[in-house]
C-alpha cells in the first residue's frame, strides 16, 4: 500500500511493525514447540524408568514364589503399595519442590528394601543345598535379613503418613524431623546391606548357587 501510494512514512511505519509482529509470533511458536517437544522428551523418558522398574519388581514377584514363605510376596507387596501411595501424593501441586528430599530418601529405602528381599531369596536356596549347622546358620541370617525389612516396611509407611499429614496441613517446617528420621531408617538398612554383602562374600553365595 506504501508503495502504490508512492511511500507514505506512516504506511512504511504500520508495514514494519506487521512483518516485525509475524517474525516475533513465529519466533514464539517456535520457542513454544520446542519447550512441548522438550517435555515430551522428558515425560517419554521418565515413562521408560518406572516401566522398567515395574518389569524388575514383577520379575522379582514371580522370584519370590520359589522361596514358599507367604512373608517375602506380602512385604514386596506393601513395599511397592506404600511407594506408590507416597508418589501419588508428593506431585499433587504445590509440594513437589520440597518433596524431593523426601521423595529420594523413600525410594532409597524402597530398592534397598527389595535388594534385601533378592538377598533373602538367594539364601533360601542356598540353605536348601546344606545340612546340619550350615544350614541352620544360614536360615537364621534369612531371618535376620527379613526382620529388618519388615522394619524398614515400618519405618517407610510412618513417615509416608506423617509426610501426608505433614503436607495437609502446610506444616512444611516439620519435614525436617522426618527426613531425620528416613535417615535413621536409611543407616540402619545400609548397616543391613553390609552384612549382606559379607555374607555373600564369605559364603561366595553367587559361586555356590551356580554349582
Not at 509470533?25 to 512441548?36: E, G, K, N, P, Q
Not at 514364589?65 to 506393601?78: E, G, I, P, Q
Not at 513395599?79 to 529420594?104: M, N, W
Not at 503418613?161 to 502446610?170: A, R, T, V
Request: aromatic share 4%.
Amino acid at each position: 500500500m506504501s508503495w502504490a501510494a508512492s511511500g507514505v512514512p506512516l504506511l512504511n511505519i504500520a508495514g514494519l511493525a506487521l512483518i516485525l509482529g509475524g517474525v516475533g509470533w513465529m519466533a514464539t511458536r517456535v520457542i513454544f514447540l520446542a519447550d512441548d517437544v522438550a517435555a515430551k522428551i522428558i515425560r517419554d523418558d521418565a515413562d521408560r524408568v518406572i516401566k522398567a522398574e515395574e518389569d524388575k519388581l514383577d520379575q522379582l514377584q514371580l522370584r519370590l514364589r520359589a522361596d514358599r514363605d507367604f512373608r517375602t510376596k506380602d512385604y514386596l507387596t506393601l513395599l511397592r503399595t506404600c511407594r506408590s501411595e507416597f508418589e501419588e501424593f508428593a506431585k499433587r501441586p504445590g509440594i513437589a519442590i520440597q518433596s524431593q528430599e523426601i521423595v529420594k530418601q523413600v525410594r532409597q529405602l524402597f530398592w534397598s528394601s527389595t535388594e534385601q528381599l533378592e538377598q533373602s531369596l538367594k539364601l533360601r536356596m542356598l540353605a536348601e543345598r546344606l545340612m546340619g549347622d550350615e544350614k541352620k546358620k544360614i536360615l537364621d541370617q534369612r531371618e535376620h535379613t527379613l526382620g529388618g525389612i519388615r522394619v524398614s516396611i515400618e519405618h517407610m509407611q510412618s513417615a509416608v503418613k506423617h509426610y501426608q499429614e505433614l503436607m495437609s496441613k502446610e506444616q512444611n517446617t516439620d519435614l525436617e524431623s522426618l527426613r531425620d528420621e528416613l535417615d535413621a531408617s536409611l543407616r540402619v538398612a545400609k548397616r543391613t546391606e553390609e552384612r549382606m554383602r559379607e555374607l555373600e562374600g564369605t559364603l561366595d553365595l553367587e559361586s555356590r548357587l551356580k554349582q
